[in-house]
């Protein structure tokens, strides 16, 4: 899940992300404001303002295809219909770059769930060589990655980018592949690169994410000086990367404010 927070007359979003094991098991008591409610997060057929922050609460359920193509519905769709019947929720869905890749990306798919007025973005996608290892196997993720970017430019969706140990193929995939670059382009997800390459997804268009990571080590501290503000976008990945002082609990979108502090 992805909480977005917008500050008014500031310019800043914050985006706070994380995933439990299906999209089924969402429960909006696991988003909590900063005084400890749920209050807010209210279905489509009530009205309500989000309540403890300033600005505008923005949900985002990120539903990402993990079991095999025949589960697709099974674990994408719960997240659609959680965004199409509640307020200020939206919706993102993806094939993580990890997972299946055995079997081929179905654009057709995807093109029908992208389609959804609550669905605003396309991810996670990208690519990951930290946990795959194999040259085949990398080749399959960029072939796929590619494959999505065309499809993310066809339909015209924001992308939500995974990377880990594969910047160079990235930035290269990106150059030539990326059409959308503006403020919209999206998101480069848990940003652990250089400098060089931050200032390079900056230059396309994409903004940084960082979270917990920066309150347990100082070597992207550079790096968020260096990015404008308003280019810098604060999300959990919960339930993992918990920030300090909350290490060894499950990560949730109220401890993001450790992550704004650092």
């Known amino acids: 899940f992805m909480l977005v927070h917008r500050a008014k007359g500031k310019g800043q979003t914050f985006i706070i992300e994380g995933r439990e094991k299906t999209p089924a098991s969402a429960d909006t008591s696991l988003f909590t404001n900063p005084n400890g409610s749920n209050q807010g997060f209210t279905p489509a057929s009530t009205s309500g303002q989000a309540v403890g922050v300033p600005g505008t609460l923005k949900v985002i359920a990120t539903a990402v295809q993990r ?10 769709q719960p997240a659609i219909e959680l965004a199409e019947n509640c307020v200020g ?21 995807y093109d029908k769930l992208l389609k959804y007025d609550k669905v605003i973005a396309f991810g996670e996608i990208g690519l990951d060589y930290y946990r795959t290892k194999g040259e085949e196997d990398q080749a399959r993720q960029k072939k796929r990655f590619i ?12 992308v939500v980018l995974h990377c880990r140990n ?4 990235m930035l290269d995939i990106l150059d030539s592949k990326l059409v959308i ?3 919209n382009a999206g998101v480069i997800h848990s940003f652990t690169g250089t400098i060089d390459e931050a200032r390079r997804y900056l230059d396309l268009g994409l903004y940084l994410g960082f979270n917990g ?5 100082s070597q992207y501290d550079e790096i968020v000086r260096y990015a404008p503000l308003e280019r810098i976008l604060l999300e959990t990945d919960a339930p993992y990367l918990t920030p300090v002082p909350m290490r060894g609990k499950r990560n949730e979108p109220l401890y993001v404010k450790h992550v704004a502090r650092k």
């Open 67 to 76: 079991y095999g193509r025949k589960r697709l519905a099974e674990v994408i």
């Open 89 to 109: 929720i939206w919706a993102t869905v993806g094939l993580h770059p990890n997972d299946n890749l055995d079997e081929g990306f179905d654009p057709d798919a």
């Open 147 to 158: 494959e999505q970017l065309e499809l993310a430019r066809q339909v015209g969706k924001s």
């Open 166 to 169: 594969a910047h160079d193929d």
């Open 181 to 183: 670059r503006n403020s």
């Open 213 to 217: 990571i920066l309150t347990f080590t």
